[in-house]
C-alpha cells in the first residue's frame, strides 16, 4: 500500500527556513518521479519541485535558488529545504509520487511575522 506523509511545516518569519520530509511507504521510493507542490488559499495547486530517479531536479520560476529538493534512499524519503521565506510561500504542501497520482495530506506553512 502506497503512502506518502509529510511533515515539518509550521509557522516561520520571513527570511526563515524549514526543511519538509515526505516519508514514503509501500515502494521505494528512489524509483520513482517525485515531486512537491502546493496550494495557497484561494489559489490552484501549483508544482513547487521535482526530483527524477536519477535524482535531476526542477524547480518554479518562484523558488529558483531559494528551495532544495532532495532524496534520502536509506530512509525512503524526500526533502524540501526552503530558505529565504516570504508571506507568498504560505500554502500547504504536497508530495506526490507522479505514476499511480499518489498524494500525502499536505502539512501548513504558513511564513508570517
Known amino acids: 500500500q502506497v503512502q506518502l506523509v509529510e511533515s515539518g511545516g509550521g509557522l516561520v518569519q520571513p527570511g526563515g527556513s524549514l526543511r519538509l520530509s515526505c516519508a514514503a511507504s509501500?515502494?521505494?521510493?528512489?524509483?520513482?518521479?517525485m515531486r512537491w507542490y502546493r496550494q495557497a488559499p484561494g489559489k490552484e495547486r501549483e508544482l513547487v519541485a521535482s526530483?527524477?530517479?536519477?535524482?535531476?531536479?526542477n524547480y518554479a520560476d518562484s523558488v529558483k535558488d531559494r528551495f532544495t529538493i532532495s532524496r534520502d534512499n536509506a530512509k525512503n524519503t524526500v526533502y524540501l529545504q526552503m530558505n529565504s521565506l516570504v508571506p507568498e510561500d504560505t500554502a500547504v504542501y504536497y508530495c506526490?509520487?507522479?505514476?499511480?497520482?499518489?498524494w500525502g495530506r499536505g502539512t501548513q506553512v504558513t511564513v508570517s511575522s
Open positions: 509501500g515502494f521505494i521510493l528512489r524509483s520513482y518521479f
Open positions: 506526490n509520487r507522479a505514476i499511480g497520482d499518489y
Open positions: 526530483i527524477r530517479s536519477d535524482s535531476g531536479t
